[in-house]
């Protein structure tokens, strides 16, 4: 060892725990993957409420449960999206009519669930219903646009979840609720991202809360999907009727094109981003109900992972001219520039 220069003897032990870190790291993402794919028993015995199954996220959801064996009530809005439902699936799947804004629809899909799943309790809540519009340039909402979206996406899971959290809890069950990657990083204006923000924030106190009881809470937070949420027909219908109500004087700040190319804008973003791949989603959702180790968040979509979830975490200074470099300037702002 005497003969061996010093900087050998560096260069070998730099390896040797380089060597040891990477062992371990290794180490460390089997146990992970082996403890995630770790699986609940006894699924057909377990019933699942999922709201929303009109259709989207939801629809599809509930058809994938069905056929893994799950006793599925799908909660829908419309006695359309009920029968719809029950023409692709067995008759296992049982339907309820809910309206999450209305306390009375909620207490009445409560009684329906307890008198199905009885003594055993709710295994799953999937908190699924929601709607995006109205949605764009916060100066251009009225109070009650943001009720609209605030009614449904935050106070419609708050209310529905504590009303059957008896039964989760009986269960030692999952609440799994859909939150958004905009909930994250507000990307525009209205109760969209207000709401899924709330959810994020409502999900995170009620899972430390629940622990205790064995019950465990999981957030999707999904990219862009192609599902009725994200229809570009619904979406500019509202901007537009939104623009005609603005004063004048608001729409003139804007520029008279402004309108047109904030909607070009939209168009070429969700074209690029949206993914009709909706499977991504619904199997997290299926993973938070039937892993015996849920994990706390889940991120479907290639957008998600690698431009949203980056950009929430950079100072507000890059993130905002990233999100800004997206839409049109207002005229005033471009007047202004060309001042200074």
């Not at 010093?6 to 062992?23: C, D, M, P, R, W």
């Not at 990657?181 to 899924?196: P, V």
């Not at 994200?230 to 729409?251: G, H, K, M, Y």
Request: overall charge positive; proline content about 4%.
């Amino acid at each position: 060892m005497e003969n061996i220069p010093y900087g050998v003897i560096q260069i070998v032990l730099s390896n040797l725990f380089s060597s040891f870190l990477a062992a371990v790291a290794v180490a460390a993402a089997a146990v992970w993957c082996a403890r995630d794919s770790l699986k609940v028993s006894a699924i057909a015995q377990k019933w699942v409420l999922v709201t929303g199954c009109d259709s989207g996220f939801g629809h599809a959801l509930a058809q994938q449960l069905d056929r893994r064996g799950f006793r599925v009530i799908a909660a829908c809005l419309t006695e359309k999206g009920s029968s719809q439902l029950k023409n692709v699936t067995s008759s296992r799947l049982k339907t309820v009519l809910l309206n999450v804004t209305d306390s009375t629809s909620i207490e009445n899909t409560v009684e329906f669930v307890h008198a199905e799943v009885g003594e055993q309790g709710l295994w799953g809540l999937v908190n699924n219903a929601g709607r995006s519009t109205p949605i764009g340039p916060s100066e251009w909402m009225q109070l009650e646009d943001f009720k609209k979206v605030l009614d449904v996406n935050l106070i419609g899971v708050i209310e529905v979840t504590l009303r059957l959290l008896p039964l989760v809890k009986k269960a030692q069950g999952r609440v799994v609720n859909v939150a958004s990657i905009m909930g994250r990083l507000a990307l525009t204006g209205g109760g969209y991202c207000l709401s899924k923000s709330g959810v994020e924030a409502f999900s995170d106190s009620l899972r430390r809360n629940m622990k205790p009881f064995g019950v465990k809470v999981s957030i999707i937070e999904p990219g862009f999907f192609k599902t009725g949420v994200t229809s570009l027909d619904l979406i500019e219908t509202d901007l537009q009727r939104l623009w005609n109500q603005l004063p004048a004087e608001v729409r003139n700040s804007y520029g008279a094109a402004y309108l047109e190319k904030y909607l070009e804008a939209q168009r070429f973003s969700m074209n690029i981003l949206c993914s009709a791949d909706i499977s991504k989603v619904t199997g997290c959702m299926e993973h938070a109900l039937t892993a015996r180790h849920p994990r706390t968040r889940y991120s479907p979509g290639w957008d998600a992972k690698l431009i949203w979830i980056p950009l929430s975490y950079l100072p507000s200074f890059l993130s905002d001219f990233a999100i800004n470099a997206l839409l049109p300037v207002p005229e005033d702002n471009r007047q202004c520039a060309s001042c200074t």
